[in-house]
């Protein structure tokens, strides 16, 4: 069986003779080639909500447990991908590591895989014939020329790969892509490692583009313990912006908005706060914003900085799910009143309001809160955490 680049040029002529045709797969593979990259390169910036379910099992007989729900904004700016949480006033342009600090992530089924593999110049293709799911080309990448990086923990690597292609037969739009990595070095712990692609079409902005809809990324450690990863792409739109990211359908005033000034906190404030939304864990992700309320003023050689009932914004930062306990972790971020908002990085040091809570369950795991994070532990009876309980808090 043939292999061939994904960059296709004709045959030269030699003693005047005519080029040799290409073969049939040849030429379908470069239209669908050719039809992809004119998507990519047509694709306004724009951003779409991604919601991850992250599951577990011990081995390949066993069922999926749901480990926590994960809501992201992800955006593709000029090629690049860029990760943000909901709400927030712009996208953080770090590495996604930053961002999502625990457990399983990846990246790339937004948009870099079909970059890669599309426009990269990089991947041999094959030919594999007619299947229920579309035209099929297998492909592969190999380490020299590969940008696909694996991430465990603090351990990283590139890994060539392979992986397949299924294209509708008639417009030649690409379906599915799936992606497996190869020879992943023994320090990463993993012994395989596939992530797969679905692809429809979606409006953005004046336009209609292919876009990845969901995506299921799989890692299979060296004991045969799986996580999976099942992500949806929704509330795709168009953006406009430079420093600070504005959505194209963001509200218009004709008012001109007041000046809010910025301030940095005092260090060792104690902060008395109200928890103003109800956490359902079984329905709530983590990046979702919570609000809640001051009840203390917070004062600073004499000075109030914020007075009682300031507005403290924050979000949701871990759902971890043990046999016997389940942490919830928390992070407050900004405190705002009128002109007026500072940034917060705080520790939390107590919680009135839950149920009562064996010290042998609260040590049955040993995560650390992130910095700025506080982590409640919570009865695994428990399936929401009301509103109304008072957390204290210091900067």
């Known amino acids: 069986m043939r292999s061939f680049f994904v960059v296709l040029a004709g045959a030269a002529m030699v003693f005047a003779q005519p080029p040799a045709p290409l073969a049939p797969e040849v030429l379908q593979l470069s239209r669908i080639r050719q039809r992809m990259l004119l998507n990519l390169a047509h694709q306004p910036n724009y951003t779409c909500v991604e919601t991850v379910e992250r599951s577990h099992r011990s081995g390949p007989t066993r069922k999926f447990e749901l480990l926590d729900i994960l809501r992201l904004e992800v955006a593709l700016v000029d090629g690049k991908e860029m990760f943000g949480w909901p709400g927030a006033k712009n996208f953080q342009d770090t590495e996604l590591r930053n961002i999502v600090t625990t457990g399983t992530f990846g990246n790339g089924n937004f948009a870099l895989h079909a970059r890669s593999i599309f426009a990269g110049g990089n991947a041999t293709f094959d030919y594999r014939g007619v299947e229920e799911e579309g035209l099929r080309y297998d492909f592969h990448v190999p380490l020299l020329l590969s940008g696909y990086k694996i991430r465990v ?78 992500v949806r792409f929704s509330s795709c739109r168009q953006f406009s912006g430079e420093s600070v990211l504005t959505f194209d359908d963001a509200p218009k005033t004709e008012m001109a908005l007041a000046p809010v000034a910025e301030m940095e906190l005092p260090a060792d404030l104690a902060m008395r706060l109200t928890l103003l939304d109800d956490v359902d864990l079984r329905k709530s992700a983590v990046g979702d914003p919570i609000h809640a309320r001051l009840e203390n003023d917070l004062r600073h050689k004499g000075k109030v900085l914020f007075g009682k009932g300031s507005t403290v914004l924050g979000r949701i930062t871990r759902m971890d799910r043990h046999e016997d306990v389940t942490e919830l972790g928390l992070e407050f971020s900004e405190i705002e009143s009128a002109g007026l908002r500072a940034h917060i990085r705080a520790k939390l040091e107590e919680v009135i309001g839950l149920d009562p809570f064996s010290p042998r369950a609260r040590r049955s795991s040993g995560a650390q809160p992130n910095p700025g994070e506080g982590i409640i532990p919570l009865n695994t009876s428990r399936t929401r955490l009301l509103h109304g309980i008072l957390m204290f808090w210091r900067t």
């Open 153 to 230: 923990e603090s351990a990283e690597a590139v890994v060539a790969y392979h992986g397949s292609i299924w294209a509708d037969p008639d417009s030649l739009d690409v379906r599915r892509l799936e992606v497996i990595g190869e020879d992943i070095p023994l320090r990463l712990g993993l012994s395989a490692v596939s992530d797969r692609m679905e692809y429809a079409h979606a409006k953005i902005g004046d336009g209609d583009f292919l876009l990845p809809g969901s995506s299921e990324l799989t890692m299979t450690d060296l004991n045969g313990s799986e996580r999976r990863n099942r």
